[in-house]
């Protein structure tokens, strides 16, 4: 089994990783990191450039973790999509990053980790950037 970890180049990201790498070590587990972008989308913040990603992977190498990294496009819903490389990769925890969002921007736009968190059919971890150790 692994444990998939969506990662953004954002302090939420940032914690994200923080904590799948520490889970992937306890649990002496492969760890996969998704970075994702909108299929078609000629600039898009979330996508890593690839010497982050790159550190990424030797973070986790460096604490003794196996890493990958995949960039799966999407086209509608990002959830759905990172949802599903968690059913292929059948991973044994997902940990998603959270930032703070307004009530009215929760009820306007949505939110992916909500989405996440509420269908996910396997153990999802949430973290805030600054409110760990890791």
Request: proline share 4%; hydrophobic share 50%.
């Amino acid at each position: 089994m692994k444990i998939i970890v969506g990662f953004v180049p954002t302090p939420a990201g940032e914690a994200a990783l923080a904590a799948g790498i520490a889970e992937a070590q306890l649990r002496k587990q492969e760890l996969v990191i998704v970075n994702s972008a909108r299929e078609g989308a000629l600039v898009d913040k979330a996508v890593a450039p690839a010497a982050v990603l790159d550190q990424a992977v030797q973070r986790a190498r460096e604490a003794g973790v196996i890493a990958t990294v995949i960039q799966p496009p999407y086209k509608d819903d990002l959830a759905d999509e990172f949802l599903d490389v968690a059913r292929e990769v059948d991973a044994s925890l997902i940990v998603i990053g959270l930032r703070h969002r307004t009530q009215v921007g929760k009820f306007i736009m949505g939110s992916h980790a909500q989405r996440i968190l509420m269908q996910a059919d396997r153990p999802v971890l949430a973290v805030k950037a600054g409110a760990s150790t890791f």
